[in-house]
């Protein structure tokens, strides 16, 4: 034999020849089990209306939530997360429709969980802007959110809903210290089994639009969110959130936007090992099927988004992709 030179003996590309070699030396994998469904509501009666800014995606009315929903469970899809359209003759300034026992939110978590029980998990939002008239998260006051008021109704929405059958409460509010209250609220009411899902990083995002337009809030946003979402800037400040909402009994937490901060949810799970979830926003979504124009659905550029966030180590990932992509997988 002659050697004519040294060469490469090591061929990464020998991995990549085949697909069952690619597939057994795959890092990471994307199954339907990584998916959360958000789905809008909204009052009425036969009712799917389009949004606009959202290609494919609709608000339901409860008589329409069933099929939704079995649908989600025969894609094997672990969880739904219910956004409600308030009408605006029923938004004040202190949002109290968020505590109303009957509102769309309870009314759609009692309807899924008497006709499907356990076979899917049911998300909540906690917080007040989509029911406040000014479009924020809170009490608000003086151009600003007031943070301990605000909680004090944040808690009762909580157990509000948490009787109405939701199963995971997700406080995306960002206010001080809510976690801890509505911790102890739930246990002291006897809903000890009740998960907590805390928006503990959720950035002031420009991604936001189409998300605040599909649920009402858009043309309402008086000012901006500033003063208690986190500065896109910082990361270091995300870790202080996720430690603080961990101290306080949250069970695990959401990064959002997802796809702008990939090194926020790296940065996270691999100094708390919590689950972290992974939202990819409205404004994603919309970028995504905006770009690739009629073909609102191709497989491929979404399996290779949803990937990144299984890559960067996130847990699951909330998609309004969730329903069509579940499918393929």
């Not at 057994?24 to 009052?43: A, Q």
């Not at 000014?134 to 157990?159: C, F, P, R």
């Not at 509505?182 to 907590?196: M, S, T, W």
Request: aromatic share 8%.
């Amino acid at each position: 034999m002659i050697i004519t030179g040294k060469y490469p003996q090591l061929r990464l590309r020998r991995n990549r020849k085949n697909e069952w070699s690619r597939r057994l030396t795959s890092e990471n994998s994307l199954s339907v089990n990584d998916l959360i469904l958000p789905i809008f509501i909204v009052d009425g009666k036969n009712k799917k209306i389009p949004i606009k800014s959202m290609p494919g995606v609709f608000r339901y009315s409860l008589d329409k939530l069933n099929s939704i929903v079995q649908s989600a469970i025969n894609s094997g899809i672990p969880m739904i997360a219910l956004f409600p359209y308030t009408k605006s003759y029923l938004k004040n300034s202190l949002g109290t429709e968020s505590l109303n026992p009957n509102n769309l939110v309870c009314r759609a978590c009692k309807l899924i969980k008497k006709k499907f029980k356990n076979k899917i998990g049911i998300m909540c939002d906690v917080a007040l802007d989509p029911y406040t008239s000014h479009g924020h998260d809170g009490i608000y006051q003086k151009n600003d959110v007031e943070n301990d008021e605000t909680i004090k109704i944040l808690v009762e929405q909580s157990l509000i809903q948490a009787s109405s059958g939701c199963d995971v409460l997700a406080p995306s509010d960002m206010m001080d210290g809510r976690i801890g209250k509505i911790r102890k609220a739930l246990d002291f009411n006897g809903f000890k089994h009740v998960q907590i899902l805390s928006y503990a990083v959720k950035y002031a995002s420009g991604y936001y639009g189409p998300f605040r337009d599909a649920v009402g809030s858009k043309n309402l946003l008086k000012g901006n969110k500033k003063t208690y979402q986190m500065d896109f800037k910082n990361s270091d400040e995300a870790l202080r959130e996720v430690a603080l909402d961990i101290k306080e009994g949250a069970d695990m937490v959401i990064v959002k936007p997802g796809l702008p901060y990939l090194d926020i949810i790296q940065k996270v799970k691999n100094n708390f090992k919590i689950p972290v979830i992974a939202y990819q926003v409205s404004g994603e979504y919309s970028m995504i099927t905006n770009s690739i124009q009629k073909k609102i659905y191709n497989k491929d550029v979404i399996i290779e988004t949803l990937t990144s966030f299984k890559r960067s180590g996130a847990n699951a990932i909330i998609t309004y992709f969730a329903d069509k992509i579940a499918k393929e997988l």
